[in-house]
């Protein structure tokens, strides 16, 4: 994987604070600034569904980024949990 220099691997718990489905929108917003990507485009997808919905989007966007929680019922959509 060949990524551009600056973004960094983040890890966020989500059953923190940074959970927070506005907190997740507000990263989405400045990730898609540094990569040079439609915001709105990803709001309209983020926004489009539930909270699951919204990690997907998060996640297919944003793949650097880790998400960790202990709620099963979110880890159950994912067929990759390490």
């Given at each position: 994987?060949?990524?551009r ?10 059953d ?5 489905a506005?907190?997740l929108?507000?990263?989405?917003r400045l990730y ?17 569904g ?16 880790i998400?960790?929680?202990n709620q ?5 959509n994912y067929?990759?949990?390490l």
């Amino acid at each position: 994987m060949i990524r551009r220099k600056g973004i960094k691997e983040t890890v966020i718990d989500l059953d923190g604070e940074s959970g927070n489905a506005f907190y997740l929108l507000g990263l989405a917003r400045l990730y898609s600034k540094d990569l040079n990507l439609d915001y709105n485009k990803v709001l309209n997808e983020m926004s489009a569904g539930d909270y699951k919905h919204l990690l997907k989007v998060f996640q297919k966007y944003f793949p650097f980024v880790i998400l960790e929680t202990n709620q099963t019922n979110l880890l159950d959509n994912y067929k990759e949990v390490l």
